[in-house]
Antibody, heavy 119, light 110 residues
């Protein structure tokens, strides 16, 4: 059974770049046939899909974040990553990684990691 | 402003049936599967319903999903106090080429 765990800094300064990692354990690791996905949730708000990377390296992004987001995969080390540039206070959120079986079928999710953008 | 529209809140007394709706368009719900998630306070979302009306193993049969045209619904029969959570619908959107979520419905058990 696949399990996911996010890691990364809890605090990022405005204009800096956020780097988060999601470690995949169980199943076939990050080499499994999933769309490895990042989703975020601003405080008190709903869910926002950021994008995914497939195990072939193919990526797709939310058009609203595409210019700033990069999702990559490292199958040999069983993790995938999110890089989000030019962070602002509006990017303060809980960031979740998730395994997408098929275009919205997110199961499981990581526990989430809170990222605060502040100087 | 979420692409999928949900009522912000729903409520019901213990034992009642509660329905949560999700409205979209032809580019998302109308042409793709709908998924439902619940999120307990302080927890990550959890899959409740997949492919419109399928329950993952471990999800109680009190939860059921349906879809008609560009709308979908989640029904909870015999609602319990531990069902209090936020409920989100999701679907692939062909126009955006990405997954879109509803704004979430907060369920209160009276």
């Amino acid at each position: 059974q696949v399990q996911l765990q996010e890691s990364g800094p809890g605090l990022v300064r405005p204009s800096e770049t956020l780097s988060l990692s999601c470690t995949v354990s169980g199943g076939s690791g990050s080499g499994g046939a999933y769309f490895w996905t990042w989703i975020r949730q601003s405080p008190g708000k709903g869910l926002e899909w950021i994008g995914y990377v497939y195990n072939t390296g193919t990526t797709k992004y939310n058009p609203s974040l595409e210019s700033r987001a990069t999702i990559s995969i490292d199958s040999s080390n069983n993790h995938f990553s999110l890089r989000l540039t030019s962070m602002t206070a509006a990017d303060t959120a809980i960031y979740y990684c998730a395994a997408d079986v098929f275009y919205g079928f997110f199961d499981p999710w990581g526990q989430g990691t809170l990222v605060i953008v502040s100087s | 402003q979420s692409v999928l529209t949900q009522s912000p809140s729903a409520s019901g007394a213990p034992g009642q049936r509660v329905t949560i709706s999700c409205s979209g368009s032809g580019s998302n719900i109308g042409g793709n599967y709908v998924y439902w998630y619940n999120q307990l306070p302080g927890r990550a979302p959890k899959l409740l319903i997949y492919r419109n009306d399928q329950r993952p193993s471990g999800v109680a049969d009190r939860f059921s999903g349906s879809k008609s045209g560009t709308s979908a619904s989640l029904a909870i029969s015999g609602v319990r106090s531990d069902d209090e959570a936020d409920y989100y619908c999701a679907a692939w959107d062909d126009s955006l080429s990405g997954v879109v979520f509803g704004g979430g419905t907060k369920l209160t058990v009276l």
